[in-house]
């Protein structure tokens, strides 16, 4: 960003438009960020389409650096990606999010809700990704078919003989396995098929596509879905109508602003009280 002059804070640079100083700064920044205790995870309500109620939370990631502020998560995870250390920071969301879960199911009652979490294609290739979710899950107590990992078709293509492994293994263990961002890529059908996933998250991009023929593909990715015994969540939705529609077309949840953005542990324990109370 241009100096504006005076002290402001400045606004975020994407990585790739810095300079190649800035960029190796911030990697280190990034390196010590979880030490420094800069890194947390928030969470993002996932909703049912037919009464609103809530079922579950994504897990996300966020850096507070101490000049930069928010540094936001397409910027550090790419970063993370490319510098080969993204693997700490997906162990970090694990144990981080397992752990918050596992408190949250204490001090309610073990109430029904799932929590989803990001893994990224590193973490897939170079970690013992089901051992690691195995511990993880083992040292914060919570059972399996409580989480949901989320993998983009991305992360299944780059290695796709090394992905359907783990995948089978991961589903073996018993968490649930969730295509991200269905609609944004290539979106090749024989994902649904070859690999283990129970869940389709169908893109924003997708959902908020400005073509007539938006609706067809929607009811058509839905059915397909639905008959194959997935379950469905649709991304940013943004208008009632749509959820509505939606839901209609057999959707089976909703996850965006219009429902929620992320919020703090504190604020999840909070709503999930009201919700299932004691
Ligand atoms: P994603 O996995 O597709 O996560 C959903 C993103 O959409 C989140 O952005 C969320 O805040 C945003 N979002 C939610 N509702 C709406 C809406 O109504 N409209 C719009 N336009 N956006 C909405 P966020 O938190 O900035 O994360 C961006 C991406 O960074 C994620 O996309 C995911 O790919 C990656 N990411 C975040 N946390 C992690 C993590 O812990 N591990 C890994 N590997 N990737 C992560
Ligand atoms: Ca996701
Ligand atoms: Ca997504
Ligand atoms: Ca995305």
Redesign the pocket.
Known sequence: AKKSGGNRVEPFQPAFRMAVSDRLQLESDLRRAIERRELS??Y?PIVRLDDAEIAGF?????WDHPKRGNV???EF?QLA?NSNF?SE??L??LER?TSDLSNWLIQTGDIPFFVS????SA?LVNSNLADDVRRVLNQAGCPASRIKL?L?ETVVMDNPEQSRLVLDKLHDIGVSLAL??FGAGYSSLGYLTRYPFDTI?I??MLVNDQSDKRDVLLRSVISMAAEMGMTLVA????TEDDAEMLGQMGCHYG?????G??IGTDAVLKILKERFPL
Do not use: C, W
């Open positions: 995870m928030v993002q994504e897990a996300l990631m966020r936001p998560p397409s995870i990606e993204i920071l997906g970090f969301a999010a979490i990001n893994v990224s973490q989320e983009t991200d961002d998250k893109d924003k991304e940013g939705i943004e996850q965006s602003y219009h429902f953005p992320p």
